[in-house]
């Protein structure tokens, strides 16, 4: 590690965000993961001044008076909000430096989906953070990574990651991406669709956060051994008033259905256009789950079953995309050196 940093002069202040539309983690070189917070700013309507960042936001979503908002500013994986996710990005940075005037490389997670502009706003937003110079890299390789997956070998791994706004597959051999989908379904879908059937089936209303309770506590993606219930409280649509009602996870399972069966279409789509060989390869090693949204329970069983191959969990689900861009921080020149080439080739192919 010291050769590196020496040969390239990056120095211990450099970092990985993983800055997801739930959460965001920062991972420091020679500290690891430093900081996770909620995705969440809460901001002042009138004068755009920050009133708070992460947890502390997070508390009032739904809570707010009409002089203050609680916004997510990141939307499907993409920055949806450019100035709040800057102001956020800032106020990670100097939590983690506490100091004004520290300006860090940074690598940057971004889904396998995202456009040229989508990736270049991220960029902009680390950069007007106070970052020196920001590298995206694909979230599908650092989860890979962030495994422990031999991404530079001649053979086939296959991750699903499932964030809170997309769910990235991908088949990964020899240092890069070989097939792979993105597709803006995950953890905020999931909600949704708990919200919707509370709304339709029993005219309940209830918040974003009540049904992410519900989705970790009694969610599956498969029929579970035993049928349990939660309670959840929310205003009735008849009446106007405070009701509290019980939740089967036979119910809740059949809500997240529709994003569930969306995830799975877009893993058996990536094996159809996996390379036989490769193919092979993920037959024996597996499709390994990463991210929040892998930990809905059944996730890992019902793609077993529907995929007729093994499916298991990372080790840490939700640190594995932290992790692994804080290990790409190795390979900064590497990655540099591979953005720069794929932009030249974009360049000659349209001089051709």
Known sequence: MGFFSNLFGFGGRDMAVDLGTANTLVYVRGRGIVLSEPSVVAVDARTGEVHAVGVEAKRMLGRTPGT???????????????DVTEE?????????????????????????????VEKRAVEEACLSAGARQAYPIEEPMAAAIGAGLP?????????LDIGGGTSEVAVISLGGIVVSASIRVGGDEMDDAIVSHCKHQHKLLIGQQTAEEVKLEIGSGADMPETVTAEIRGRDMVTGLPKT???SSDEVRIALEEPVSQIVAAVKDTLDRT????????????????SGGA???GMDERLRNECQMPCHLTESPLTCVAVGSGRSLEEFEAIHRM???RSNRRRRGRLN
């Open 295 to 297: 930990l809905l329970q």
């Open 339 to 341: 953005n720069r080439s």
């Open 88 to 116: 956020m990005l800032r106020h990670f940075i100097q939590r983690v430096h506490q100091n004004r005037f520290a300006h860090p490389r940074v690598v940057v997670c971004v889904p396998s989906g995202v456009t040229g």
């Open 245 to 247: 009602l019980s939740l």
């Open 275 to 290: 390379p036989p060989e490769l193919a092979g390869d993920i037959m024996d090693r597996g499709i390994t789950l990463a």
């Open 68 to 82: 203050i908002q609680a916004i997510r500013p990141l939307k499907d994986g993409v920055i949806a909000d450019f």
């Open 151 to 159: 991404v530079a070998d001649p053979t086939g791994s296959m991750v």
